[in-house]
Protein backbone atom coordinates (compact mmCIF):
# COMPACT_ATOMS: atom_id res chain seq x y z
CA UNK A 1 0.00 0.00 0.00
CA UNK A 2 1.39 3.07 -1.00
CA UNK A 3 0.61 6.72 -0.14
CA UNK A 4 -0.83 9.18 -3.37
CA UNK A 5 -0.76 12.67 -3.98
CA UNK A 6 -4.04 12.35 -2.38
CA UNK A 7 -2.63 11.82 0.72
CA UNK A 8 -5.41 10.04 2.46
CA UNK A 9 -4.66 9.92 6.38
CA UNK A 10 -4.68 13.83 6.22
CA UNK A 11 -7.70 14.06 7.24
CA UNK A 12 -6.48 12.51 10.51
CA UNK A 13 -3.54 15.42 10.92
CA UNK A 14 -3.90 17.94 13.69
CA UNK A 15 -5.40 20.84 12.05
CA UNK A 16 -2.63 23.15 10.80
CA UNK A 17 -0.18 19.89 9.98
CA UNK A 18 0.72 20.27 6.56
CA UNK A 19 0.84 17.24 4.00
CA UNK A 20 4.37 18.85 2.75
CA UNK A 21 6.87 20.77 3.97
CA UNK A 22 9.04 23.49 2.77
CA UNK A 23 12.31 22.09 2.31
CA UNK A 24 15.65 23.43 3.50
CA UNK A 25 18.07 24.97 1.22
CA UNK A 26 20.38 25.97 3.76
CA UNK A 27 22.63 24.68 6.19
CA UNK A 28 22.13 23.49 10.14
CA UNK A 29 24.95 26.17 10.79
CA UNK A 30 23.00 28.41 9.09
CA UNK A 31 19.76 27.45 11.11
CA UNK A 32 21.74 27.57 14.17
CA UNK A 33 23.00 31.52 13.73
CA UNK A 34 19.41 32.43 12.59
CA UNK A 35 17.96 30.95 15.58
CA UNK A 36 21.15 32.80 17.29
CA UNK A 37 20.60 36.05 16.23
CA UNK A 38 16.44 36.03 16.75
CA UNK A 39 16.92 34.29 19.93
CA UNK A 40 19.56 36.79 21.42
CA UNK A 41 19.47 36.35 25.33
CA UNK A 42 16.58 34.26 25.35
CA UNK A 43 18.30 30.64 27.34
CA UNK A 44 19.23 28.11 25.52
CA UNK A 45 20.72 25.53 27.89
CA UNK A 46 19.92 25.08 31.47
CA UNK A 47 22.50 22.59 33.28
CA UNK A 48 21.52 21.87 36.76
CA UNK A 49 20.07 24.85 37.61
CA UNK A 50 22.76 26.90 35.50
CA UNK A 51 21.72 28.97 31.93
CA UNK A 52 23.23 29.98 28.61
CA UNK A 53 21.60 32.63 26.43
CA UNK A 54 21.59 32.11 23.06
CA UNK A 55 24.08 34.72 22.36
CA UNK A 56 26.34 33.59 24.72
CA UNK A 57 25.75 29.76 22.96
CA UNK A 58 26.43 31.16 19.47
CA UNK A 59 30.06 33.11 21.11
CA UNK A 60 31.04 29.41 22.61
CA UNK A 61 30.02 27.91 19.00
CA UNK A 62 32.50 30.30 17.03
CA UNK A 63 35.64 30.51 19.23
CA UNK A 64 35.13 26.45 19.15
CA UNK A 65 35.05 26.07 15.98
CA UNK A 66 38.05 28.44 15.72
CA UNK A 67 39.96 26.12 18.13
CA UNK A 68 39.61 23.28 16.29
CA UNK A 69 40.46 24.82 12.52
CA UNK A 70 43.75 25.52 14.40
CA UNK A 71 44.13 22.00 15.20
CA UNK A 72 43.80 21.21 11.58
CA UNK A 73 39.76 20.13 11.25
CA UNK A 74 38.55 20.91 7.65
CA UNK A 75 35.83 20.55 5.73
CA UNK A 76 34.87 16.93 5.31
CA UNK A 77 37.10 15.93 8.64
CA UNK A 78 35.03 13.90 10.84
CA UNK A 79 35.13 14.70 14.44
CA UNK A 80 34.31 12.30 17.46
CA UNK A 81 31.86 13.23 20.07
CA UNK A 82 31.36 10.97 22.91
CA UNK A 83 29.59 13.03 25.26
CA UNK A 84 26.54 12.50 27.39
CA UNK A 85 23.92 15.55 27.45
CA UNK A 86 25.83 18.51 28.98
CA UNK A 87 26.18 22.45 27.45
CA UNK A 88 29.73 21.06 26.22
CA UNK A 89 28.04 19.00 23.37
CA UNK A 90 25.54 21.48 21.71
CA UNK A 91 28.27 23.48 21.50
CA UNK A 92 30.69 20.59 20.26
CA UNK A 93 28.16 19.97 17.75
CA UNK A 94 27.64 23.15 16.10
CA UNK A 95 31.03 24.08 16.50
CA UNK A 96 32.35 20.82 14.25
CA UNK A 97 29.27 21.51 11.53
CA UNK A 98 30.14 25.53 11.47
CA UNK A 99 33.71 23.91 9.64
CA UNK A 100 31.44 21.85 7.03
CA UNK A 101 33.03 18.75 9.27
CA UNK A 102 31.26 15.98 10.14
CA UNK A 103 30.07 15.29 13.47
CA UNK A 104 30.07 11.21 14.34
CA UNK A 105 28.03 10.63 17.24
CA UNK A 106 29.35 7.81 19.84
CA UNK A 107 27.95 6.29 22.99
CA UNK A 108 30.14 7.65 25.85
CA UNK A 109 29.16 4.30 27.99
CA UNK A 110 30.65 1.94 25.45
CA UNK A 111 34.54 0.45 25.74
CA UNK A 112 37.64 0.70 24.13
CA UNK A 113 36.79 -2.22 22.18
CA UNK A 114 33.42 -1.32 20.86
CA UNK A 115 34.77 2.57 20.27
CA UNK A 116 37.74 1.18 18.58
CA UNK A 117 35.50 -0.92 16.07
CA UNK A 118 33.60 2.30 15.00
CA UNK A 119 36.82 4.67 14.65
CA UNK A 120 38.23 1.98 12.69
CA UNK A 121 35.82 2.87 10.34
CA UNK A 122 35.21 6.57 10.38
CA UNK A 123 39.21 7.66 11.07
CA UNK A 124 38.30 10.51 13.02
CA UNK A 125 41.66 11.85 14.20
CA UNK A 126 40.16 14.53 16.63
CA UNK A 127 38.12 13.55 19.53
CA UNK A 128 36.38 15.72 21.83
CA UNK A 129 35.05 13.32 24.79
CA UNK A 130 33.80 13.16 28.16
CA UNK A 131 36.59 12.59 31.16
CA UNK A 132 35.34 9.15 32.10
CA UNK A 133 35.39 8.42 28.58
CA UNK A 134 38.97 9.84 27.26
CA UNK A 135 40.55 6.64 28.90
CA UNK A 136 38.67 4.70 26.58
CA UNK A 137 40.11 6.45 23.79
CA UNK A 138 43.53 6.30 25.02
CA UNK A 139 43.49 2.38 25.44
CA UNK A 140 42.89 2.36 21.43
CA UNK A 141 46.61 0.71 20.08
CA UNK A 142 48.95 2.72 17.83
CA UNK A 143 47.32 1.79 14.24
CA UNK A 144 44.39 3.83 15.52
CA UNK A 145 45.62 7.73 15.00
CA UNK A 146 44.66 10.35 17.44
CA UNK A 147 45.81 13.89 16.71
CA UNK A 148 43.70 15.31 19.27
CA UNK A 149 41.68 14.48 22.42
CA UNK A 150 40.02 17.37 23.95
CA UNK A 151 38.62 16.43 27.41
CA UNK A 152 35.54 17.81 28.88
CA UNK A 153 34.85 18.56 32.30
CA UNK A 154 31.18 18.53 32.85
CA UNK A 155 31.88 20.39 36.58
CA UNK A 156 32.72 23.56 34.15
CA UNK A 157 29.14 23.69 33.28
CA UNK A 158 27.67 23.49 36.92
CA UNK A 159 26.54 26.50 39.33
CA UNK A 160 28.78 26.47 41.89
CA UNK A 161 26.29 25.17 45.07
CA UNK A 162 26.22 28.88 46.42
CA UNK A 163 24.98 30.06 43.16
CA UNK A 164 22.38 26.83 42.17
CA UNK A 165 19.93 28.60 41.03
CA UNK A 166 17.84 25.46 41.38
CA UNK A 167 16.64 24.26 44.83
CA UNK A 168 18.31 20.35 44.39
CA UNK A 169 19.18 18.32 47.59
CA UNK A 170 22.78 18.54 48.51
CA UNK A 171 23.31 15.23 47.79
CA UNK A 172 22.07 15.03 44.23
CA UNK A 173 24.23 17.82 43.80
CA UNK A 174 27.28 16.42 45.64
CA UNK A 175 27.08 12.49 44.01
CA UNK A 176 26.16 14.45 40.54
CA UNK A 177 28.99 16.69 40.16
CA UNK A 178 31.14 13.25 41.72
CA UNK A 179 29.87 11.07 39.33
CA UNK A 180 29.78 13.85 36.21
CA UNK A 181 34.10 14.21 36.18
CA UNK A 182 37.37 12.55 36.45
CA UNK A 183 40.70 13.77 35.78
CA UNK A 184 41.54 13.02 32.35
CA UNK A 185 45.60 13.68 32.21
CA UNK A 186 47.38 14.54 28.79
CA UNK A 187 44.46 15.84 27.32
CA UNK A 188 43.61 19.47 25.49
CA UNK A 189 40.52 20.65 28.05
CA UNK A 190 37.62 22.20 26.52
CA UNK A 191 38.55 25.15 28.44
CA UNK A 192 40.97 25.75 26.05
CA UNK A 193 39.65 25.29 23.10
CA UNK A 194 36.98 27.85 24.21
CA UNK A 195 39.85 30.19 24.56
CA UNK A 196 40.24 30.29 21.25
CA UNK A 197 39.51 34.01 19.33
CA UNK A 198 36.66 33.97 17.34
CA UNK A 199 35.94 32.35 13.42
CA UNK A 200 36.27 34.44 11.28
CA UNK A 201 32.50 34.84 9.54
CA UNK A 202 33.99 35.05 6.00
CA UNK A 203 34.66 31.30 6.90
CA UNK A 204 33.08 28.91 4.30
CA UNK A 205 29.97 27.31 5.29
CA UNK A 206 28.68 23.64 4.45
CA UNK A 207 25.87 23.61 2.05
CA UNK A 208 22.49 22.09 2.49
CA UNK A 209 23.70 18.78 0.63
CA UNK A 210 26.98 17.96 2.53
CA UNK A 211 27.42 15.31 5.04
CA UNK A 212 26.72 16.55 8.54
CA UNK A 213 26.76 13.39 10.94
CA UNK A 214 27.88 9.89 10.60
CA UNK A 215 25.39 7.72 13.17
CA UNK A 216 26.65 4.70 14.30
CA UNK A 217 23.36 1.96 13.91
CA UNK A 218 22.62 -2.02 14.17
CA UNK A 219 20.38 -0.85 11.17
CA UNK A 220 18.40 -3.28 9.32
CA UNK A 221 20.83 -6.23 9.26
CA UNK A 222 22.53 -6.02 12.66
CA UNK A 223 26.18 -5.15 11.98
CA UNK A 224 26.73 -1.83 13.59
CA UNK A 225 27.10 0.89 10.81
CA UNK A 226 27.66 4.48 9.74
CA UNK A 227 24.64 5.97 8.75
CA UNK A 228 25.57 9.29 6.83
CA UNK A 229 22.82 12.26 7.64
CA UNK A 230 23.05 15.57 5.40
CA UNK A 231 22.17 19.13 6.43
CA UNK A 232 19.12 18.20 3.72
CA UNK A 233 18.48 15.34 6.12
CA UNK A 234 18.43 16.46 9.40
CA UNK A 235 17.00 19.86 8.81
CA UNK A 236 14.32 18.29 6.93
CA UNK A 237 13.44 16.45 10.17
CA UNK A 238 13.29 19.06 12.25
CA UNK A 239 11.11 20.72 10.03
CA UNK A 240 9.00 17.95 9.98
CA UNK A 241 8.85 17.76 13.76
CA UNK A 242 7.65 21.45 13.62
CA UNK A 243 5.07 20.99 11.47
CA UNK A 244 3.79 17.81 13.22
CA UNK A 245 3.99 20.16 16.73
CA UNK A 246 1.82 22.78 15.45
CA UNK A 247 1.15 24.61 18.11
CA UNK A 248 4.86 24.96 19.42
CA UNK A 249 6.03 28.96 19.41
CA UNK A 250 9.08 29.86 19.32
CA UNK A 251 11.24 30.63 22.22
CA UNK A 252 8.36 29.48 24.29
CA UNK A 253 8.75 25.69 24.60
CA UNK A 254 10.76 24.38 27.55
CA UNK A 255 12.32 20.73 26.33
CA UNK A 256 13.59 18.08 28.25
CA UNK A 257 16.67 16.20 27.26
CA UNK A 258 16.82 12.98 28.87
CA UNK A 259 16.83 10.73 25.59
CA UNK A 260 20.74 11.10 25.41
CA UNK A 261 21.87 13.63 22.22
CA UNK A 262 24.38 10.83 20.76
CA UNK A 263 21.12 8.59 20.12
CA UNK A 264 19.35 9.92 16.37
CA UNK A 265 16.05 10.52 18.69
CA UNK A 266 17.72 12.66 20.91
CA UNK A 267 19.84 14.21 18.56
CA UNK A 268 16.74 15.59 16.32
CA UNK A 269 14.70 16.61 19.31
CA UNK A 270 17.01 18.35 20.95
CA UNK A 271 20.08 19.84 18.63
CA UNK A 272 18.08 20.50 15.23
CA UNK A 273 14.31 20.89 16.53
CA UNK A 274 14.95 22.41 19.80
CA UNK A 275 17.36 24.85 18.68
CA UNK A 276 15.43 25.81 15.49
CA UNK A 277 12.31 26.58 17.58
CA UNK A 278 14.93 28.86 19.66
CA UNK A 279 13.73 26.51 22.81
CA UNK A 280 15.03 26.43 26.13
CA UNK A 281 16.73 22.75 26.46
CA UNK A 282 16.97 21.59 29.81
CA UNK A 283 19.87 19.27 29.84
CA UNK A 284 20.37 15.95 31.93
CA UNK A 285 23.75 13.71 31.84
CA UNK A 286 21.13 10.77 33.23
CA UNK A 287 17.35 10.13 33.55
CA UNK A 288 17.19 10.94 37.44
CA UNK A 289 13.48 11.49 38.43
CA UNK A 290 13.94 13.38 41.29
CA UNK A 291 16.52 16.23 39.63
CA UNK A 292 13.82 15.65 36.65
CA UNK A 293 10.64 16.92 38.93
CA UNK A 294 12.77 19.60 41.07
CA UNK A 295 13.44 21.06 37.31
CA UNK A 296 9.77 20.79 36.92
CA UNK A 297 9.63 23.34 39.70
CA UNK A 298 12.01 25.88 38.35
CA UNK A 299 11.71 25.26 34.15
CA UNK A 300 8.18 23.37 33.81
CA UNK A 301 8.67 21.30 30.59
CA UNK A 302 6.50 21.48 27.56
CA UNK A 303 8.20 19.15 25.50
CA UNK A 304 9.09 15.43 27.52
CA UNK A 305 9.57 12.97 24.66
CA UNK A 306 10.85 9.84 26.12
CA UNK A 307 10.79 5.89 26.12
CA UNK A 308 7.93 4.36 27.53
CA UNK A 309 9.98 3.22 31.29
CA UNK A 310 11.12 7.15 31.82
CA UNK A 311 7.14 7.99 31.45
CA UNK A 312 6.17 5.20 33.49
CA UNK A 313 8.76 6.43 36.50
CA UNK A 314 8.16 9.91 36.23
CA UNK A 315 4.96 10.16 36.58
CA UNK A 316 4.59 7.62 39.50
CA UNK A 317 7.16 9.56 40.96
CA UNK A 318 5.31 12.57 40.41
CA UNK A 319 1.83 11.40 41.65
CA UNK A 320 4.22 10.30 45.24
CA UNK A 321 5.45 13.86 45.32
CA UNK A 322 2.58 15.94 44.23
CA UNK A 323 5.02 17.48 41.56
CA UNK A 324 2.57 19.05 38.68
CA UNK A 325 3.25 17.82 34.79
CA UNK A 326 0.92 19.61 33.74
CA UNK A 327 2.72 21.56 31.63
CA UNK A 328 3.87 19.08 29.44
CA UNK A 329 1.96 19.54 26.24
CA UNK A 330 4.40 17.68 23.36
CA UNK A 331 4.83 13.69 24.89
CA UNK A 332 5.92 11.28 21.76
CA UNK A 333 7.06 7.85 22.93
CA UNK A 334 9.39 5.93 20.62
CA UNK A 335 11.92 3.41 20.21
CA UNK A 336 9.96 0.64 21.79
CA UNK A 337 6.04 -0.58 21.88
CA UNK A 338 4.03 1.93 24.19
CA UNK A 339 1.49 -0.05 26.26
CA UNK A 340 -1.53 1.59 27.27
CA UNK A 341 -1.17 1.29 30.82
CA UNK A 342 1.46 3.63 30.23
CA UNK A 343 -0.54 6.02 28.39
CA UNK A 344 -3.19 5.64 30.81
CA UNK A 345 -0.93 6.85 33.82
CA UNK A 346 0.91 9.65 31.62
CA UNK A 347 -2.21 11.30 30.69
CA UNK A 348 -3.53 11.41 34.07
CA UNK A 349 -0.85 13.76 35.46
CA UNK A 350 0.32 15.59 32.11
CA UNK A 351 -1.73 18.27 30.42
CA UNK A 352 -1.59 16.14 26.97
CA UNK A 353 -1.73 13.32 24.71
CA UNK A 354 1.05 10.97 24.85
CA UNK A 355 1.78 9.54 21.32
CA UNK A 356 3.63 7.07 19.67
CA UNK A 357 5.97 7.40 16.62
CA UNK A 358 8.23 5.58 14.70
CA UNK A 359 11.70 6.19 13.01
CA UNK A 360 15.40 4.72 12.67
CA UNK A 361 18.23 6.12 12.29
CA UNK A 362 18.68 5.50 8.69
CA UNK A 363 15.49 8.42 8.20
CA UNK A 364 16.97 10.95 10.67
CA UNK A 365 14.98 9.17 12.49
CA UNK A 366 11.47 10.28 12.70
CA UNK A 367 9.09 9.13 9.57
CA UNK A 368 5.96 8.29 11.29
CA UNK A 369 3.81 9.61 14.28
CA UNK A 370 0.24 10.09 15.87
CA UNK A 371 -1.30 13.05 15.64
CA UNK A 372 -1.56 15.52 18.76
CA UNK A 373 -5.29 15.10 18.18
CA UNK A 374 -8.11 12.63 19.28
CA UNK A 375 -7.58 11.43 15.72
CA UNK A 376 -4.59 9.28 17.65
CA UNK A 377 -4.71 5.97 17.58
CA UNK A 378 -3.14 3.95 20.92
CA UNK A 379 -1.55 0.72 19.74
CA UNK A 380 -0.22 2.28 16.51
CA UNK A 381 3.10 3.61 15.48
CA UNK A 382 0.60 6.10 13.55
CA UNK A 383 0.87 7.74 10.08
CA UNK A 384 3.39 9.47 7.85
CA UNK A 385 4.91 12.75 8.94
CA UNK A 386 4.37 15.45 6.09
CA UNK A 387 6.37 15.02 2.93
CA UNK A 388 7.06 11.23 3.65
CA UNK A 389 6.11 8.10 1.36
CA UNK A 390 5.24 4.66 2.45
CA UNK A 391 4.09 1.53 0.96
CA UNK A 392 4.26 -1.76 2.39
CA UNK A 393 5.72 -4.96 0.19
CA UNK A 394 5.69 -8.82 -0.34
CA UNK A 395 7.98 -10.21 2.03
CA UNK A 396 9.79 -12.16 0.12
CA UNK A 397 9.35 -10.23 -3.47
CA UNK A 398 10.14 -5.92 -2.58
CA UNK A 399 8.61 -5.11 -6.18
CA UNK A 400 5.40 -6.38 -5.06
CA UNK A 401 3.16 -4.53 -2.79
CA UNK A 402 0.68 -5.98 -0.53
CA UNK A 403 -3.00 -5.62 -0.28
CA UNK A 404 -4.06 -2.94 2.32
CA UNK A 405 -4.42 -4.71 5.57
CA UNK A 406 -1.73 -7.26 5.01
CA UNK A 407 1.30 -7.80 6.87
CA UNK A 408 4.25 -6.73 4.62
CA UNK A 409 7.95 -4.92 5.37
CA UNK A 410 7.62 -1.26 5.66
CA UNK A 411 9.32 0.95 3.31
CA UNK A 412 9.76 4.67 3.35
CA UNK A 413 10.65 8.02 1.20
CA UNK A 414 11.22 11.31 1.37
CA UNK A 415 13.51 14.23 2.90
CA UNK A 416 15.02 12.73 6.13
CA UNK A 417 15.98 9.46 4.40
CA UNK A 418 19.69 9.18 4.69
CA UNK A 419 22.07 8.98 2.27
CA UNK A 420 23.89 5.28 2.93
CA UNK A 421 26.09 4.10 5.37
CA UNK A 422 29.91 5.07 5.19
CA UNK A 423 32.03 2.73 3.31
CA UNK A 424 29.60 0.61 3.03
CA UNK A 425 28.23 0.23 -0.27
CA UNK A 426 27.13 -3.00 -0.22
CA UNK A 427 25.17 -2.50 2.74
CA UNK A 428 23.69 0.94 1.49
CA UNK A 429 22.01 -1.30 -1.64
CA UNK A 430 20.84 -3.28 1.13
CA UNK A 431 19.11 -0.99 2.54
CA UNK A 432 17.75 1.52 -0.10
CA UNK A 433 16.17 0.52 -3.15
CA UNK A 434 17.66 1.91 -6.58
CA UNK A 435 14.52 4.65 -6.61
CA UNK A 436 15.03 5.63 -2.82
CA UNK A 437 12.99 3.62 -1.13
CA UNK A 438 14.54 2.34 2.55
CA UNK A 439 13.59 -0.87 3.59
CA UNK A 440 12.86 -0.74 7.04
CA UNK A 441 13.01 -4.65 7.79
CA UNK A 442 9.95 -4.32 10.00
CA UNK A 443 6.97 -5.87 9.08
CA UNK A 444 3.19 -3.83 9.41
CA UNK A 445 -0.07 -3.51 8.62
CA UNK A 446 -2.00 -0.14 7.64
CA UNK A 447 -5.74 0.61 7.73
CA UNK A 448 -7.37 2.31 5.70
CA UNK A 449 -6.79 5.22 7.19
CA UNK A 450 -2.94 4.47 6.71
CA UNK A 451 -2.18 4.04 10.57
CA UNK A 452 0.53 1.49 11.40
CA UNK A 453 1.15 -1.20 13.52
CA UNK A 454 4.04 -3.29 13.98
CA UNK A 455 3.27 -6.91 14.26
CA UNK A 456 6.57 -8.26 13.64
CA UNK A 457 10.45 -7.64 12.72
CA UNK A 458 12.47 -9.09 9.59
CA UNK A 459 14.87 -7.93 11.46
CA UNK A 460 16.59 -9.78 14.42
CA UNK A 461 17.55 -6.57 16.55
CA UNK A 462 16.82 -6.12 20.47
CA UNK A 463 15.25 -2.85 21.86
CA UNK A 464 16.57 -2.61 24.86
CA UNK A 465 15.74 0.90 26.62
CA UNK A 466 14.94 2.65 23.49
CA UNK A 467 18.95 1.10 22.07
CA UNK A 468 19.34 -1.56 19.70
CA UNK A 469 21.28 -4.32 20.43
CA UNK A 470 22.82 -6.37 17.78
CA UNK A 471 22.54 -10.31 18.82
CA UNK A 472 25.98 -11.56 17.00
CA UNK A 473 27.72 -8.61 18.58
CA UNK A 474 27.02 -10.20 21.80
CA UNK A 475 27.45 -13.78 20.84
CA UNK A 476 30.54 -13.10 19.59
CA UNK A 477 31.94 -11.68 23.09
CA UNK A 478 29.81 -14.90 24.55
CA UNK A 479 31.62 -17.09 22.19
CA UNK A 480 35.28 -15.52 23.53
CA UNK A 481 34.55 -16.61 27.37
CA UNK A 482 36.75 -19.79 28.03
CA UNK A 483 33.68 -22.09 29.03
CA UNK A 484 31.21 -21.26 26.07
CA UNK A 485 31.72 -23.54 23.23
CA UNK A 486 28.81 -21.50 21.64
CA UNK A 487 26.07 -18.83 21.88
CA UNK A 488 22.30 -17.31 21.24
CA UNK A 489 21.07 -14.21 21.95
CA UNK A 490 17.75 -12.94 21.82
CA UNK A 491 14.95 -10.51 23.14
CA UNK A 492 12.28 -11.36 25.95
CA UNK A 493 9.81 -8.99 25.37
CA UNK A 494 8.76 -7.41 28.89
CA UNK A 495 5.00 -6.66 30.25
CA UNK A 496 6.04 -2.54 30.26
CA UNK A 497 7.56 -2.11 26.85
CA UNK A 498 10.75 -3.46 25.12
CA UNK A 499 12.81 -6.50 25.46
CA UNK A 500 15.61 -7.84 27.87
CA UNK A 501 18.86 -9.25 26.45
CA UNK A 502 18.78 -13.24 27.23
CA UNK A 503 21.46 -15.63 26.30
CA UNK A 504 21.48 -19.21 25.72
CA UNK A 505 25.03 -21.28 25.60
CA UNK A 506 26.37 -24.05 24.98
CA UNK A 507 29.22 -24.87 26.96
CA UNK A 508 32.63 -26.78 26.85
CA UNK A 509 32.61 -30.11 27.66
CA UNK A 510 33.10 -30.67 31.98
CA UNK A 511 32.30 -26.38 32.25
CA UNK A 512 29.12 -25.51 34.50
CA UNK A 513 27.09 -22.71 34.02
CA UNK A 514 28.33 -19.53 35.62
CA UNK A 515 25.52 -16.86 35.15
CA UNK A 516 27.00 -13.84 37.26
CA UNK A 517 30.81 -14.73 36.27
CA UNK A 518 29.73 -14.43 32.12
CA UNK A 519 27.74 -11.79 32.32
CA UNK A 520 30.45 -9.67 34.53
CA UNK A 521 32.99 -10.93 31.62
CA UNK A 522 30.73 -9.65 29.15
CA UNK A 523 30.75 -6.33 30.97
CA UNK A 524 34.13 -5.63 30.43
CA UNK A 525 33.42 -5.51 26.59
CA UNK A 526 30.16 -3.97 25.64
CA UNK A 527 28.17 -1.18 27.05
CA UNK A 528 25.88 -2.20 30.14
CA UNK A 529 22.49 -2.11 27.90
CA UNK A 530 23.83 -5.28 25.93
CA UNK A 531 25.02 -6.99 28.84
CA UNK A 532 22.88 -10.40 28.97
CA UNK A 533 20.01 -9.86 31.51
CA UNK A 534 19.86 -13.54 32.02
CA UNK A 535 21.86 -16.10 30.70
CA UNK A 536 20.83 -20.12 30.35
CA UNK A 537 22.35 -23.45 29.62
CA UNK A 538 21.20 -25.33 26.44
CA UNK A 539 22.62 -28.70 26.11
CA UNK A 540 22.92 -28.15 22.03
CA UNK A 541 21.73 -25.59 20.63
CA UNK A 542 19.36 -26.12 17.26
CA UNK A 543 20.96 -25.18 14.09
CA UNK A 544 19.65 -25.12 10.39
CA UNK A 545 20.78 -27.74 8.19
CA UNK A 546 23.29 -25.35 6.99
CA UNK A 547 24.22 -25.28 10.84
CA UNK A 548 23.24 -22.00 11.39
CA UNK A 549 21.48 -21.52 14.81
CA UNK A 550 18.08 -20.84 14.92
CA UNK A 551 17.11 -17.95 17.14
CA UNK A 552 13.36 -18.30 17.21
CA UNK A 553 13.37 -22.21 18.35
CA UNK A 554 16.22 -21.29 20.73
CA UNK A 555 14.27 -18.77 22.30
CA UNK A 556 10.96 -21.29 22.74
CA UNK A 557 13.34 -23.77 24.33
CA UNK A 558 14.98 -21.74 26.91
CA UNK A 559 11.67 -19.18 27.88
CA UNK A 560 10.19 -22.01 30.41
CA UNK A 561 13.84 -21.46 32.32
CA UNK A 562 13.72 -17.55 31.98
Known amino acids: ?24 TESLSVMFERSVAAAGDSPATEFFGRRTSYRELGEQVTRAAE ?3 KLGVVAGDRVALILPNCPQHVIAFYAVLRLGAVVVEHNPLYTSRELRHQFEDHQARVVIAWDKAADS ?10 DALISVNLLEAFPTIKRLALKLPLKKIRASRDALTAPAPGTMTFKELLGADRLADSHPR ?3 EDLAVIQYTSGTTGTPKGAMLTHFNLYSNALQGEAWMAGAQERQEILYAILPMFHAFGMTLYLTFGVKKQGLLVLFPKFDPDLILAAMKKSPATVYCAVPPIYERTALAAKEKGVSLRSAKYCISGAMNLPDSVVELWESVSGGLLVEGYGMTESSPVALGNPFHPTRRTGTIGVPFPSTQMKVVDLDDPE ?59 KELIITGGFNVSPSEVESVLRSHPDVKD ?31 IREYCR ?39
Do not use: C
Request: glycine share 10%.
Open 206 to 208: PSV
Open 400 to 458: VEVEQGQPGELLLKGPQVFAGYWNNPEETARSLTPDGWLRTGDVVTVDEDGFTTIVDRA
Open 67 to 69: GLR
Open 137 to 146: VRQFPQDVRI
Open 487 to 517: AAVFGKTLERGGEMVVAAVELEPGAALDEAG
Open 1 to 24: MENTSAHLWTKNYQPGVPAEIELP
Open 524 to 562: TQLAGYKVPKRVVAIDDLPRSMLGKILRKQVREQASPNL
